[in-house]
T-cell receptor, first 115, second 112 residues
Framework: ETGVTQSPTHLIKTRGQQVTLRCSSQ?????VSWYQQALGQGPQFIFQ???????GRGNFPPRFSGLQFPNYSSELNVNALELDDSALYLC??????????????FGPGTRLTVT | AQTVTQSQPEMSVQEAETVTLSCTYD???????LFWYKQPPSRQMILVIR??????QNATENRFSVNFQKAAKSFSLKISDSQLGDTAMYFC?????????FGKGTSLLVTP
């Protein structure tokens, strides 16, 4: 069984640029959630995708957007990058959405640095 | 609104000893799940243990166990027979909908 994978591992961008991060969900999982983890903090929920539709969103501006594909892999797009967007971006997949009945399994993350 | 509070930013324990990490939370929901995740320096977030709020019995996974006090909204993690590989950030998390709400974490150092 393949676990959650993310690419790239590290990324350096300039303020104002756009970035796309990618996530492949674990086999058998149809739900993908994205989290932002600033240095020294716990992860913050960005949004969740279920069967290619956004299923819930945290307190992040619209310049954070996402996609989920028919194979349940997902992308996180961030436009007009700001210095505060520098963080570890974590992707998590689960068998179904909802309440924690189905555990979320995390990928290794993408470290984004905005200069 | 849901909040998760971890009041111990750093802790240290000697190998083979027992340590308890604290977590308190607040939610207005009746049905929810609580989790402890471990994040070693490799960054991969690993699920340690899970507790369903409707279950009174405390969850146990090998050396890891929880003390779940629903009325007090407390959810502590006990690590028995600590091992060097337990060195990591530990996050308490709450899920009552679709998202995990995390605390700020406790950095645990296991020393020889």
């Amino acid at each position: 069984e393949t676990g959650v994978t993310q690419s790239p591992t590290h990324l350096i961008k300039t303020r104002g640029q756009q970035v796309t991060l990618r996530c492949s969900s674990q086999s058998g999982h149809n739900t993908v959630s994205w989290y932002q983890q600033a240095l020294g903090q716990g992860p913050q929920f960005i949004f969740q995708y279920y069967r290619e539709e956004e299923n819930g969103r945290g307190n992040f501006p619209p310049r954070f957007s996402g996609l989920q594909f028919p194979n349940y892999s997902s992308e996180l797009n961030v436009n007009a990058l700001e210095l505060d967007d520098s963080a570890l971006y974590l992707c998590a997949s689960s068998r179904e959405p909802g309440q924690g009945i189905y555990e979320q399994y995390f990928g290794p993350g993408t470290r984004l640095t905005v200069t | 609104a849901q909040t998760v509070t971890q009041s111990q930013p750093e802790m240290s324990v000697q190998e083979a000893e027992t340590v308890t990490l604290s977590c308190t939370y607040d939610t207005s929901e009746n049905n929810y799940y609580l989790f402890w995740y471990k994040q070693p320096p490799s960054r991969q977030m690993i699920l340690v243990i899970r507790q369903e709020a409707y279950k009174q019995q405390n969850a146990t996974e090998n050396r890891f166990s929880v003390n779940f006090q629903k009325a007090a909204k407390s959810f502590s993690l006990k690590i028995s027979d600590s091992q060097l590989g337990d060195t990591a950030m530990y996050f308490c998390a709450l899920n009552s909908g679709y998202a995990l709400n995390f605390g700020k974490g406790t950095s645990l150092l296991v020393t020889p």
